[in-house]
Each structure stands twice: as C-alpha cells, then as structure tokens.
C-alpha cells in the first residue's frame, strides 16, 4: 500500500534552517505530484509547497516563498523541504501529501495519501 513517511522536524531557533523529507513507498512515484502542508494548533492545515510529478513545475504559499523550497529525488523516492530563515508562525505539524496525476493542487481536499506528520516548534 502507499506509505508516506516524513523526518526531519525538532525545536529550531528563529533564523534557523531545517530539512524535512518524505519517503514514499507503494506508489509510481513519477506518476504523482506531491506537496508538503502544515497544521498549527487551532487551525486548518495549510499549502506550504508543492512539486509537480517531474520536478518540473513548483508552487509555494505566499509565507514561505524565497524561505522554503521544495524537491524530489526521483531514484530514491523522496521529497524534500528545506526551510531556511524559519519564523515562529512557522511552527506546526509538517504533512507531506501526494496526489496523482502531474499538476499541485492547493487544496487537501486533492491528495488522496498523507504521511504521519512531523512537527516543527520554532522559538524566538
């Protein structure tokens, strides 16, 4: 069955970086486009960033462009999201999320597989 397995969350300082990955399993990895969202206590679980099934094509929210960034390493099955100069808004739990077909969609509402989450706490 598909697995989505995210790492790399933990307690950073303010200005720190941070790399998340997702290792996905039980998928045609080329045949989905995969994203990353985040949940923060008391709100909905948000787009952050999304790469479409060949890497061609990235989308980020408005937050998060020019911080954050998004990849996929096609040989090892994985995605990617390095986050630099990390906020304390950034602060939540980090899902990653594939969807098939090519294009990101903005909406959870799309991705049919989700990973466990890993959380990212931020202070300032």
């Known amino acids: 069955q598909v697995q989505l397995v995210e790492s790399g969350g933990g307690l950073v300082q303010a200005g720190d970086s941070l790399r998340l990955a997702c290792a996905t399993s039980?998928?045609?990895?080329?045949?989905?486009?995969l994203a990353w969202f985040r949940q923060a206590p008391g709100k909905e679980r948000e787009f952050v960033a999304g790469?479409?099934?060949?890497?061609?094509?990235?989308s980020y929210a408005d937050s998060v462009k020019g911080r954050f960034t998004i990849s996929r390493d096609v040989g090892e099955n994985l995605v990617y999201l390095q986050m630099t100069t990390l906020k304390p808004e950034d602060a939540a739990v980090y899902y990653c999320?594939?969807?098939?077909?090519?294009?990101?969609?903005?909406?959870?509402?799309?991705?049919?597989?989700w990973g466990q989450g890993t959380r990212v706490t931020v202070s300032s």
């Open positions: 039980g998928l045609t990895f080329s045949s989905y486009a």
């Open positions: 790469i479409s099934w060949n890497g061609g094509t990235t």
């Open positions: 999320a594939a969807k098939r077909l090519s294009g990101i969609a903005y909406h959870k509402s799309y991705y049919g597989y």
